[in-house]
């Protein structure tokens, strides 16, 4: 198992940036695949963006490729979600997951495959 601390949401105008940071930590912290989903009011939660921890490989879904990029701090417990040219359709709370077992695949990140999970950080971008 590995714990998961979310932190850097907030309020933010449309055309602004914020960066989410995702600590991890316990036994299989940095293993495995990290990713970040988002959930809107009376949504799914969405697979974004997916980092795999052994070589920094990354998938992104189309609807934020060219505006989000994940990358790894300089310790690999830690992965960042930076997010640029904020659109008022990205507010929702963001979570991070991850899987010491699991490498990110050209696919969505589902959540059924991520066994960790952080408490979400609210993301509010307004117009």
């Known amino acids: 198992q590995v714990q998961l601390v979310e932190s850097g949401g907030g309020l933010v105008q449309a055309g602004g940036s914020l960066r989410l940071s995702c600590e991890a930590s316990?036994?299989?912290?940095?293993?495995?695949?990290t990713a970040w989903f988002r959930q809107e009011p009376g949504k799914e939660r969405e697979g974004i963006t997916c980092?795999?921890?052994?070589?920094?490989?990354?998938y992104a879904i189309l609807s934020v490729k060219g505006r989000f990029s994940i990358s790894r701090g300089n310790t690999r417990n830690t992965v960042f979600l930076q997010m640029n040219s904020l659109k008022p359709e990205d507010t929702a709370v963001y979570y991070c997951?991850?899987?010491?077992?699991?490498?990110?695949?050209?696919?969505?990140?589902?959540?059924?495959?991520?066994?960790?999970w952080g408490q979400g950080t609210k993301v509010t971008v307004s117009p």
């Open positions: 980092i795999n921890n052994s070589d920094g490989s990354t």
């Open positions: 997951a991850a899987d010491a077992d699991l490498y990110c695949s050209d696919a969505v990140p589902d959540k059924t495959d991520f066994g960790s």
């Open positions: 316990g036994p299989q912290a940095g293993y495995g695949a």
